[in-house]
């Protein structure tokens, strides 16, 4: 029997650390058949499934791993102005943390201030912050603890705790609870009497630096994902639908396709569709980044989201919903945010053993001072210094934040990245294959040369009129004028013929016109010789017995495409043309655009595309293929890097790692560089969030950092990490 695989998306609740998505995706990759990745810093589990596992075993196996988990519902998005902020909680939290942590800190940190009773004034304002503040971090160690886990939350619970208990045994049984004692603030070890020693402040620092560092953490998360959520809000909210005649408005979600629906100046396109009545310029900055608006008519496409400038436009739908341009640049974009990059994984393979490992050092640290009679006091502060600065919570954020940031940056620009894979293959090729016709070139053929006189491209200009072949519609539109046609004559392969203005007039090839008696005079044949070398298409025209003309047709190089590819040379790139067309054509090409002539490829089949970039990997080279039609998709499934011009097929769009929203060939050197440069960011934060812990772990078990400094320095690790990849908002 044979299973269907299913990918489901989770939305999970309760996760306040790394080690808590790691957690969670290893239970759910001990299923049968079940592959999981849950991400921290979007609060999602991406699950791959067979149909013998059913939602609710997935839903049940997060709750058995102490967590909770839904299956996302799509819901109308709200206004960023009306919708509750769900960072508040944890605000207010912080806030009332510290307000009681300030004068527990200013009182330990001044002897000045340690007026009669001041450690019981301390205990009165700790107490709180330790128990309510850290009530989070308490309750998640517990939960774990019954499932027989421990994380982050447990080295911040047991921790904070730990200073707290000691603190109050000092108070209540020790000496420090004398009216009149004091005691000066200390970030070293030393030998002390531990019964006359507490420890609140840096009890309720703890709790709040670290409650500032998750309030701070959540607030960045929720910035990052900014561009997706504008992404998401870009569309219009409601319609009006032609019915019976009349206008009538209707929300945005209940257009169907095949509804009629109008867009008057200034209003967003509902959905996608097809212009049926009305010409106007329309505005896809919003989608594409392309300042410059396109102007649509009569049967063109137009895409949803984006802003009619113009006049009056009447749209058939023809995609709504989820299979709308903007709902999959959407979905690609989420996509890619929940995937993992491979240093990423090592990370969290690292933070899942990470904790048990800290618990460990904390015990020896305990046990090492205890032993070398520094005092119980003196054993405490590290062990607990060592719990709170060891917390890897920037392992966990460092790729997502940067994905989060990177992808969001990417889908302004008119970039999709696919998947963290992309950023990494991204960072390694060097050789760039570009398709000529739709990538290079506009795929449209435009009259380049008329040999002869204005009375030449009158007479051919209106006989082509009436033709619908690419090449007669380059040359009819060489002129407004078109003069009437009478007896016209397709004839297939060869070109045109009939009767303009009283003269029997054919337009082909040069051996249509010898067949009809108008062989081409020796300047006619040069130029037609010329026009091949210079890779255009040479039409001959002739009347009255004689051969009088000789247009050039060629398709046109984007103004854009020699600029592009100078922009891949400056990345270290070597571009190579690919083109099913012949040689001089390609040649010609590369050289207006600056392709070297021995880097073009000419005269392939479809198939063929596919061995190039096999071929060039053969050699030990990492390839990148730009294209854009349904001929082009094998070549960019097999390159080590595919990117779609998103004009082109949706063949190709899925067959790509990054998809290019317009069609200017400079995106793909700019998606290259977003892409090497958010695995930069990636791999500078996970260098930092390692370098941190391997560094400051034995700094605390040496006695070296107070358990509050060790807090401010986790605290500061993770900010460091979220600032670092919001740096990518910047990328131009």
């Not at 990918?7 to 808590?20: D, K």
């Not at 337009?507 to 091949?532: F, Q, T």
Request: aromatic fraction near 4%; hydrophobic fraction near 50%.
């Amino acid at each position: 029997m044979t299973t269907t695989t299913t990918t489901t998306e989770l939305a999970i609740t309760g996760m306040t650390c790394a080690s808590c998505a790691n957690r969670i995706e290893r239970k759910l990759n001990k299923l049968d058949g079940v592959e999981a990745s849950v991400n921290y810093a979007t609060e999602k589990a991406r699950v791959s499934h067979g149909d013998d596992v059913g939602t609710d075993v997935l839903l049940a196996t997060v709750e058995a791993a102490g967590y909770a988990a839904t299956l996302p519902v799509t819901e109308p998005a709200a206004d960023a102005e009306t919708s509750p902020d769900p960072t508040r909680a944890l605000r207010d939290r912080v806030l009332v943390s510290a307000v009681l942590t300030v004068p527990v800190v200013v009182m330990a940190m001044w002897p000045a201030v340690q007026v009669d009773g001041w450690q019981w004034l301390s205990l009165s304002l700790a107490a709180p912050v330790v128990v309510w503040g850290a009530w989070p971090f308490h309750r998640a160690a517990w939960a774990n603890l019954r499932h027989g886990a421990a994380t982050m939350d447990t080295l911040v619970s047991v921790g904070v705790l730990a200073a707290f208990g000691w603190s109050v045994y000092a108070l209540l049984w020790g000496t420090a609870g004398m009216i009149g004692m004091t005691h000066p603030f200390r970030l070293v070890i030393e030998r002390t009497d531990g019964a006359g020693v507490i420890y609140l402040e840096a009890a309720a620092g703890v709790t709040t630096l670290v409650l500032l560092g998750r309030w701070i953490e959540a607030r960045s998360k929720r910035r990052a994902g900014s561009a997706l959520r504008a992404l998401l809000d870009l569309g219009a909210r409601d319609v009006a639908v032609l019915r019976d005649g009349r206008e009538v408005r209707v929300p945005a979600a209940e257009l169907a396709v095949g509804d009629t629906f109008v867009v008057r100046p200034g209003e967003k396109v509902a959905t996608d569709g097809e212009v049926v009545e009305g010409s106007s310029a329309v505005d896809a900055s919003m989608l594409t980044g392309e300042s410059v608006p396109v102007e649509v008519r009569a049967g063109d496409p137009v895409v949803g989201a984006t802003v009619n400038v113009g006049g009056r436009l009447v749209v058939r739908a023809t995609r709504v919903g989820a299979e709308t341009q903007l709902a999959r640049m959407a979905r690609l974009v989420e996509d890619a945010q929940s995937g993992k990059a491979a240093a990423q994984r090592l990370a969290d393979r690292v933070s899942g053993v990470f904790v048990p490992v800290v618990l460990a050092v904390a015990a020896a640290t305990l046990g090492f001072w205890v032993g070398t009679g520094a005092g119980t006091a003196a054993a405490v502060t590290a062990a607990v210094a060592v719990l709170v600065i060891a917390c890897p919570c920037a392992l966990g954020l460092a790729t997502p934040t940067a994905l989060l940031v990177g992808t969001g940056r990417g889908a302004q620009l008119g970039i999709l990245v696919k998947g963290p894979e992309a950023l990494e293959r991204a960072r390694r090729i060097d050789v760039v294959l570009l398709d000529k016709t739709g990538t290079v070139t506009t795929g449209e053929m435009a009259l380049r040369h008329v040999v002869g006189d204005e009375r030449t491209l009158e007479l051919a200009a209106s006989l082509e009129h009436a033709s619908e072949h690419p090449i007669a519609r380059a040359i009819a539109s060489g002129t407004d004028h078109h003069l009437p046609v009478q007896d016209f004559t397709n004839l297939e392969g060869l070109g045109v013929e009939g009767r303009v203005d009283g003269l029997d007039v054919v337009v082909g090839r040069p051996s249509l016109l010898a067949e009809r008696g108008l062989p081409l005079p020796v300047e006619l044949r040069d130029a037609v010789d010329r026009a091949h070398a210079d890779g255009g298409t040479a039409v001959a025209v002739g009347w009255d017995g004689a051969a009088r003309g000789v247009l050039v047709v060629a398709d046109t190089v984007k103004p854009t495409s020699a600029e592009a590819v100078q922009r891949l040379r400056d990345l270290g790139l070597v571009p190579v043309l690919l083109t099913g067309d012949h040689e001089a054509v390609a040649r010609a090409v590369a050289a207006e655009v600056g392709i070297d002539a021995d880097h073009v490829v000419a005269g392939l089949l479809p198939a063929d595309k596919a061995d190039v970039v096999r071929r060039w990997q053969g050699d030990g080279h990492r390839v990148a293929m730009v294209g854009d039609g349904v001929n082009d998709a094998a070549a960019l499934a097999q390159a080590d890097l595919g990117l779609a011009m998103g004009t082109g097929t949706d063949v190709a769009m899925e067959a790509g790692d990054l998809v290019l929203v317009r069609g200017d060939l400079r995106v793909a050197a700019d998606g290259i560089r977003l892409a090497r440069r958010t695995l930069g960011t990636i791999r500078g934060n996970l260098f930092w969030a390692f370098g941190y812990n391997v560094a400051a772990i034995p700094l605390a078990a040496a006695g070296l950092l107070s358990p509050m400094i060790a807090a401010a320095a986790m605290a500061f690790s993770s900010v460091f990490v979220v600032l670092n990849s919001l740096r990518l908002r910047t990328f131009v």
